[in-house]
């Protein structure tokens, strides 16, 4: 297996997303949508798991986590997160692309997680598609956290220092160089309605999730910091409005549910 470029950011990820306001205010909002989908007993895959803050959650849960992920020092952080926790015989971690887990799995889960855009980094947003229908078992569902096209935050930010083509870097058909450590990577950013259209013919799209509507991206962090009354109040408002038609779509991530047939 190749090395993967987020091999060089694994060790700092906690730090710069996980563990800031807006990487916790972020997370927040999947774990409770987490929580209400996924029940102790279940056997949960993950895909994409980073350093593994899902995989503990669920793992504390009760639930039993195959969790993979392609950079294998993301894995070995994971590792060592769940080591720590005393949770390493709930979980199995593996080194596995999206597209891996696709080929060699034949089990069928009772859910799949996939959180903060791991599946943004496919070549195209059908393997989604493909990974919800041949490995959720029926009734089952699939959480799927990814970057969203239209983040009003970046773009209002970006206009306002006039830096046009930042601002609308996310809307375009193809893919996006995006720099990540010293090293850039192929990114998609497909909406919503594209993931639940590449779904369709064997899930039923339940509900979606906008996920930082009213926080700006982890990158602004500072601005959060520098401001805490007002992000607050935006907290308290974001959570209130971010199922609903159009808002829920402009955040830095979305959270789809799908249910397979
Ligand atoms: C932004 S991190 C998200 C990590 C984790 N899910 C979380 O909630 O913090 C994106 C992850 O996607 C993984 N990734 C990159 N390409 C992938 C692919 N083709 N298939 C699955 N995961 C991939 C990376 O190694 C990285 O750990």
Not at 9 to 15: G, I
Not at 61 to 88: E, F, N, Q, W, Y
Not at 90 to 99: F, P
Not at 150 to 161: Q, R
Request: glycine residues 8%; contains cysteine; aromatic residues 6%.
């Amino acid at each position: 297996m190749s090395p993967s470029p987020f091999d060089a950011v694994a060790d700092t990820y906690d730090r710069t997303f996980t563990d800031t306001t807006v990487g916790r205010y972020q997370r927040a909002v999947v774990t409770d949508i987490l929580l209400k989908r996924f029940l102790p007993g279940m056997h949960v895959l993950e895909v994409g798991c980073g350093t593994g803050a899902d995989t503990e959650c669920l793992a504390r849960l009760g639930v039993k986590v195959t969790a993979t992920d392609p950079s294998s020092r993301m894995i070995s952080v994971a590792h060592d997160r769940l080591s720590r926790a005393g949770l390493r015989d709930r979980v199995q971690l593996t080194v596995a692309t999206a597209e891996e887990v696709l080929d060699d799995e034949g089990h069928q889960y009772d859910g799949l997680l996939s959180n903060f855009g791991a599946l943004n980094c496919l070549e195209s947003s059908e393997i989604i598609g493909k990974l919800t229908g041949k490995l959720l078992k029926p009734g089952a569902v699939g959480v799927v956290c990814m970057l969203g096209r239209w983040c009003a935050w970046e773009i209002v930010f970006h206009l306002g220092t006039l830096r046009f083509r930042e601002a609308f870097r996310r809307i375009k058909s193809d893919s996006v160089d995006v720099a990540l450590g010293a090293l850039s990577i192929q990114v998609i950013y497909p909406s919503s309605h594209d993931i639940a259209r590449v779904c369709k013919s064997s899930c039923n799209h339940i509900q979606t999730t906008g996920v930082g509507v009213l926080i700006p991206p982890s990158y602004l962090n500072s601005l959060v910091e520098r401001f805490p009354t007002i992000f607050r109040i935006a907290q308290s408002v974001d959570t209130k409005i971010n199922r609903l038609p159009v808002l829920r779509n402009l955040g830095d991530h979305y959270c789809l549910e799908l249910q397979r047939r």
